[in-house]
DNA sequence: CACTGGCACTCCAGGCAGACGAGTGCCAGG
DNA sequence: CCTGGCACTCGTCTGCCTGGAGTGCCAGTG
């Protein structure tokens, strides 16, 4: 059904809608792109590629622009990941090696990634499920208020303000510091529920309520994925879309503000790989027009966290897809290092 | 030179400019307002405000629209500030209470400006050099690294992590904690420099270069106002603007992205006062249809850092004027409680 | 003297017709 | 199976015209 040729003939519909933004026409294609044949044999493939819908039509008599289901096939099967040259990698190295922390890091690689695309760049904090603890402390903020902190290997830091039902002493409070520390340190977070729990149970009746307090509150922490961060920048490249831009522009912000709806463009965090989503697979209403090209990265083997572009379904796929796995792969090193 | 008329119809033209965002002619004013003369009469006004520089119209044939220099009369002279309704009232306070910590409250703040004003909402975090410290906590990570945890009255945590030149022992690591908390706790970012500074020179010669580091970091955490954190909600209401959109709303979203440039919208912080910066009063190229309300709040008399919104010129002055005073007000509260 | 009604003028917005051109589908011929 | 040619469609651009809103000015009036 589908030939080499008709194959190679969308290959340069897109690319050459992409290029120009407009639809393109048979002539056009038969000139630029060397296919070895005639604007008539490309109109029928053409034909061919419509009635299957890799391709549409806005209006009778205008070229052709590529569907999302044509885009998926692009994606897929015709065009390959464009590496960044030489200097491009440099570039982001330098960027990113001057960073100082990890705020500074995951600010620096979404501005980055913004730059790179000229796109929209969403990039994810390191989930706190698959980090391991570094340290959990607690501190005496006033009498009956104990804050507790928790540092994870990435340099993530959490805090959260504990009300104790009665004063804490401070013997206590070193105790339960050291005994905590003393099995979660260099754990992943999963991994230590079970331990926190049980681990109440070997104090006294007496010091037991504050005891479960606490550890209530530290395995919330841990567990409560919800608090997921996510960062964006770039949003002015969004003026790049179009001329028809309030119907387009405007819902893409609102569902850039939702953090939830962010998180599940990104998709799961424990799929490391390069994911394409082209328009309507996203399956949010005002993102129809719009594509997501997201990977996750990490300091080992899986992924920490994700973190991708969004942009027009008529974006440069291959360049994109290519920056943001050296982006991906760069962060992963930064964070392994520190 | 300005008769009371004359600043009824300006003041007219500025809430009809405002409510329809078109040109407004002397007919239209004389129905809707009655301001018990006739439309030739009115003209005859226009003409001279316009004279004065008020107002301006954009072809020879349109109606008139407040200039930059309008719309400043407008605030400062002929309009107040319209306080919420109480289910409005009702419905902050009520939003506000539900945050669990500082980073919820800022988060729900800014959701809630936006919503309010539907303009583009702008919060900073409360500054770090006029909270006072609660505490002071320093970590082991490994042998030779520590880390810095800074907690503030506000609730702000700021970390750091110092290489330190040799191991440290635990105790010397007490000591010094215990030093540094005993000498900076309740005290004011700006007042504890010099303490902080003199501390160091207690410490035997051994332990100096260690202590040194340590207490370098910490200064510099300190002073270091330049980490003055600002989150920004409702960019979404950009797209009200107009329907020019590709020339006004691209370099918005270009300065929104620039921290520096949105602390300088703010304003100092040091200034507690209702701040209203109208178009060419940002300094700022691609602001000059855009205005800044903005206030100062904190939990005591004077402000912690400053809070706002902004959006088109042409935006509700008082209506906007009220909900920031009002929102600022009831973080105040929030802030003070906890 | 200030206000009013009338009048001529300007100029933008929108509708309409026509020319143009890009692009297509189809068909007959190589 | 490919190619060149041809008729057709349709969107865009241009120029033109008209309607209407708004203005400025002027003479008249209380």
Request: charged letters at 25%.
């Amino acid at each position: 059904m589908l030939d080499d040729r008709k194959l190679d003939v969308l290959r340069a519909i897109v690319q050459d809608y992409v290029a120009t933004h407009e639809p393109v026409g048979s002539k056009a294609l038969a000139e630029r792109h060397n296919l070895g044949v005639s604007p008539a044999t490309i109109r029928n493939d053409m034909a061919a590629l419509e009635e299957e819908g890799y391709i549409a039509q806005p209006h009778t008599s205008a070229g052709r622009v590529p569907t999302d289901k044509g885009y998926r096939l692009f994606v897929d099967r015709l065009a390959g990941i464009k590496p960044l040259s030489t200097p491009e990698r440099r570039a982001i190295q330098l960027f990113l090696d001057g960073a100082v922390d990890l705020d500074d890091v995951v600010g620096r690689t979404v501005r980055l990634l913004a730059q790179l695309t000229h796109q929209v760049a969403v990039v994810q904090y390191p989930s706190l499920t698959r980090s391991t603890i570094r340290h959990v402390e607690l501190l005496t903020l006033a009498p009956t208020r104990i804050m507790l902190v928790l540092i994870t290997n990435t340099g993530r830091v959490e805090q959260r303000v504990i009300e104790g039902p009665e004063p804490v002493g401070e013997n206590l409070l070193a105790d339960l510091r050291a005994r905590i520390n003393s099995i979660v340190v260099g754990k992943r977070f999963a991994d230590v529920a079970q331990l926190v729990q049980d681990l109440g149970e070997s104090f006294t009746a007496e010091d037991r309520p504050i005891v479960t307090t606490v550890l209530a509150t530290l395995l919330d922490t841990l567990v409560e994925q919800q608090e997921e961060r996510v960062v964006l920048a770039g949003t002015a490249n969004l003026t790049r879309f179009g001329t028809d831009f309030p119907m387009t522009i405007r819902p893409v912000l609102e569902a850039l503000e939702e953090h939830v709806v962010l998180l599940r463009l990104l998709g799961e965090a424990t799929e490391p790989a390069m994911v394409v989503r082209i328009g309507h697979e996203n399956m949010h209403e005002g993102l129809a027009a719009t594509s997501v090209v997201s990977v996750g990265y990490g300091s080992g083997d899986e992924a920490l966290a994700k973190l991708g572009v969004l942009g027009p379904t008529r974006m440069d796929y291959p360049g994109t897809m290519g920056a943001v796995r050296a982006v991906a792969r760069y962060v992963g090193q930064i964070l392994a290092e520190s």
